[in-house]
């Protein structure tokens, strides 16, 4: 059976060609931390998480450096309770470049993102941002619910994919955990 041109995409990103690939972050290193690109390199993921190819939509190409989640020791003007550096920083990789993206492209909003590669360095990631106030945005019916202004700054709130899997708002963690706690559900 003939398959799309999407379904071969997928296929050829399970197992990428590592020669290409390492050659691409090498030049991806000596670019900004943030970049805006001309096409997502990843159509397939892409268009799945909603991205269309036509005015309003920008896609950024976002460098992180990999560790470093461990609180760093103040050294001084804290009572020893307050000293702790055993606690760890919660936030996923992604939700820190969906912030980063969101930071450099103050008029857009994170609609998500996905990731792209990774050395020994670096995380890559490619983040989809929408212009709200675009009219191709606004008529558009499937993306125009991005416009209302319950939705500016959605990433700073945790409200992408990756911040409400960061938070423990995924079904299987709702079993584990009661998220948010019993008091936020009584109000």
Known sequence: MAQGLYHYIAQA???PDTKIL????????KTEAVTKVDKPLR????????????????VARVRLNRGGHK??????GRRSKRMHIRKNLQMNYRWIAE?????????????????IGKDGV??????I???ASKP??????????????????????????AGKKSRGLRKKSRELKVRPSKKAWRK
């Open 13 to 15: 990103w399970k197992k």
């Open 22 to 29: 390492r050659e691409r972050m090498t030049e991806w290193r």
């Open 43 to 58: 159509l397939d993921r892409a268009r799945a998480l909603g991205y269309k190819d036509k005015k309003g939509f920008v």
């Open 71 to 76: 609180r760093t020791r103040p050294n001084k």
């Open 99 to 115: 912030q980063r993206a969101q930071a450099k492209f103050k008029n857009l909003e994170v609609l998500n993102s996905y990731n």
């Open 122 to 127: 670096n995380y890559f990631f490619e983040v």
């Open 129 to 131: 941002l929408v212009d």
């Open 136 to 161: 191709e945005i606004k008529n558009d019916s499937t993306i125009n619910w991005i416009a209302k202004g319950s939705n500016k700054k959605r990433v700073l709130r945790g409200l992408t994919s």
